[in-house]
Nanobody, 124 residues
Framework: QVRLVESGGGLVQAGGSLRLSCAAS????????MGWFRQAPGKERHVVAA????????YYVDSVKGRFTISRDNAKNTLYLQMNSLKPEDTAVYYC?????????????????WGQGTQVTVSS
């Protein structure tokens, strides 16, 4: 069982930066592959970035490549999403999620544990 709590969201101007954190409870955080998802108003939730535990390989949706960085600190049981050069279209609720599946970290349905979400609003 893993409990996830996101923080770090807020209001920022376009071009600014935010760092989201996802604190995980439990001693097995290091066993899970992790992802960040977002859901904008009126749109479906989709993956933003994901990181494979064993290989360290990361995945980013095209719209955030070069601007966002996903990382994890297993010693602190924490997942991060550094977001730079933010744009108004990045406005959404951001969720972290955990899965033991390794086949396709882009698939939302493969994630078993979810946080409650944190709001990110980027003003123009």
């Amino acid at each position: 069982q893993v409990r996830l709590v996101e923080s770090g969201g807020g209001l920022v101007q376009a071009g600014g930066s935010l760092r989201l954190s996802c604190a995980a409870s439990g001693r097995t955080f290091s066993r899970y592959n992790m992802g960040w998802f977002r859901q904008a108003p009126g749109k479906e939730r989709h993956v933003v970035a994901a990181i494979n535990l064993s290989s360290g390989v990361t995945y980013y949706v095209d719209s955030v490549k070069g601007r966002f960085t996903i990382s994890r600190d297993n010693a602190k049981n924490t997942l991060y999403l550094q977001m730079n050069s933010l744009k108004p279209e990045d406005t959404a609720v951001y969720y972290c999620a955990a899965t033991i599946v390794t086949t396709d970290l882009r698939r939302e349905d493969l994630y078993k544990y979810w946080g409650q979400g944190t709001q990110v609003t980027v003003s123009s």
